[in-house]
């Protein structure tokens, strides 16, 4: 990423674009939390499932919790939120969820699974092309931020996220703002298969989360629209009430919404919730 | 004579994990069946997409199917008779997709055949010809996956079929490609259509190769598992109907093509 500084500067105006400066400190927060260092009595396993986007830094938390807490050992699914949903209401033995919108986490709250689940990051949409950028995806000249019509050439092959998962019902409304309903060629399962087919050369362009490109770094371009700077997906984390480990998994929610955890969620490109 | 019945009568120890390998086999398709909501089926069914569906998915499993046919019967002929040196190898590598990870087949696929890849990259630079993304690359991970089935089954057939034939078809002076066809074939015809209709099945089924290097868009390559699992994410209802009518289309296909064509060879 740093040995791209056009891509950087997109990045920074998608985040600046946005309102709000990653890595603000929010006020109040509490460096000691229930899940400070050391906490007596966190043991056993905790079970995590999370969106896909939220793999590189849930895994960072996740050994922070297991090092202040030798007897623990975090456990982690990584998949699509609605997969995750699914596989919640259907019994699936876990502490805590945390999905890519509000929508797969209501469909959890209206089954009584969890309560509380609370906004933790959000995440905005960027267009990334593979690292050569064949087709010459650029910036149109005038300043300002461009449509994301303005940057998909016609013909270019596209991928984003089926509607049924959060990154593709976010895919559809902003592909709809920009006049390009009919622009995708393929509905991936993931954010992070959309990526992949990015990354791979196999399409031209993908829309993606901003922590995603930061994911990726040098691997791909990315740039900033407007159509994604006015829609964002918010994610929210809750303590399952079924959960078999609810205080390691009270402990992880707390840690996400630490200082520390804002601040690793910021370093991988989330921003903070409104 | 008088041992006959005894032999089909079922010995106690085998009878009871007989028994509960049927319900284990056959309770999560009752189970599916339980579940349908047969009062939302008619709309269901009328939902944008599933005919889409199901249409390619029957096209491109039929197209599999007569590619590996077209591309199995002939290496299998070269597995079960030929004594070059290297055969054995040969086996073990075109029966890789068998035990490999369709994901993982995708992947491959899209190594070799994707834009970047080693002759997809060439046929993109030469013709223009892009296949990930398309029905052609479904038709592509579907063969990929199920041409296996079908050469074990065909090479099964060959090893047991009768070489005398053959044998006397060569000194009345026919040809080996004469012998082949008229000869050899009919021979194996049982194996070849058991082989094609588990492979046909196996096409039917692809998943994993499939949404890996075809994509997933309606109409050109989202298939009938593919819009399963989909739904499943967001309507589980719909995913039970398109599963019970994947489950209607592979049992009536199976029993139709066992009375017409297979005879005993199948059954």
Redesign the interface.
């Given at each position: 990423m740093r040995r791209r500084p056009a891509a950087l500067l997109v990045l920074g105006l998608v985040l600046s674009g946005c309102g709000s400066t990653v890595g603000d400190a929010p006020p109040g927060a509490a460096e000691e939390g229930p899940a400070g260092p050391g906490d007596p009595g966190i043991t056993g396993t905790l079970t995590v499932l999370a969106a896909a986007s939220l793999t590189d830094v849930f895994a960072v938390l996740g050994e922070q919790l297991e090092a202040a807490n030798p007897q623990l050992e975090v456990r982690f699914s990584f998949a699509g939120s609605s997969a995750l949903a699914a596989q919640v209401l259907q019994g699936a033995p876990a502490d805590v969820l945390a999905t890519a919108d509000e929508a797969q986490m209501a469909r959890v709250e209206e089954a009584a699974l969890v309560e509380g689940a609370v906004v933790f990051a959000e995440n905005a949409l960027m267009l990334a092309v593979p690292a050569d950028n064949p087709d010459g995806v650029a910036l149109p000249g005038g300043g300002g931020t461009p449509s994301l019509a303005e940057l998909v050439p016609a013909d270019a092959t596209m991928a984003v996220c089926a509607p049924e998962v959060p990154c593709g019902a976010l895919s559809a409304a902003v592909l709809e703002a920009a006049g390009l309903t009919g622009a995708p060629d393929t509905y991936e399962d993931d954010v992070r298969a959309v990526l992949t087919k990015v990354q791979l050369g196999e399409v031209d362009a993908g829309l993606v989360y901003v922590s995603d490109v930061r994911s990726a770094g040098d691997s791909v371009l990315a740039f900033g629209f407007r159509e994604g700077i006015a829609a964002r997906n918010s994610f929210p984390i809750g303590v399952l009430e079924d959960a078999p480990n609810a205080a390691a998994g009270q402990a992880f929610v707390d840690l996400v919404r630490s200082e520390e955890g804002r601040q690793a969620l910021a370093d991988a490109g989330f921003l903070p919730p409104r | 004579m008088s041992r006959a019945p005894d032999r089909t009568r079922v010995p106690a120890p085998l009878l009871v994990p007989a028994a509960l390998a049927v319900v284990f086999l056959v309770l999560p398709l009752g189970g599916l069946l339980v579940r349908t909501p047969w009062s939302e089926l008619g709309a269901q069914l009328a939902a944008p997409g599933v005919g889409e569906a199901l249409r390619l998915s029957l096209v491109s499993a039929t197209l599999a199917t007569g590619l590996s046919l077209l591309l199995g019967v002939p290496l299998a002929w070269v597995l079960a008779r030929s004594r070059a040196r290297g055969r054995t190898v040969l086996r073990a590598l075109v029966t890789v997709p068998l035990v490999l990870p369709p994901v993982v087949g995708g992947v491959a696929l899209?190594l070799v055949l994707?834009?970047?890849g080693i002759v997809g990259s060439w046929l993109d630079d030469a013709f223009g010809v892009?296949i990930?993304?398309t029905t052609t690359a479904v038709v592509i991970a579907e063969t990929f996956v199920a041409m296996p089935f079908l050469v074990i089954s065909v090479e099964g057939a060959l090893r047991a079929a009768d070489g005398r034939f053959e044998d006397v078809a060569a000194t009345l002076g026919a040809g080996r490609w004469t012998t082949f066809r008229r000869v050899t074939l009919p021979l194996v015809a049982p194996g070849v259509a058991a082989g094609a209709v588990l492979c046909w099945a196996r096409a039917l089924g692809e998943f994993g190769a499939t949404?890996t290097f075809a994509?997933?868009?309606?109409g050109t390559?989202?298939t009938m598992p593919l819009a399963v699992?989909?739904?499943?994410?967001?309507d589980?209802d719909a995913a039970i109907v398109l599963s019970v009518v994947l489950l209607a289309v592979s049992l009536a296909t199976l029993l139709l093509l066992r009375d017409r064509w297979l005879g005993r060879g199948f059954a």
């Open positions: - | 899209f994707g834009r970047q892009t990930p993304f949404i994509g997933n868009f309606p390559t989202q699992y989909l739904a499943l994410q967001r589980p």
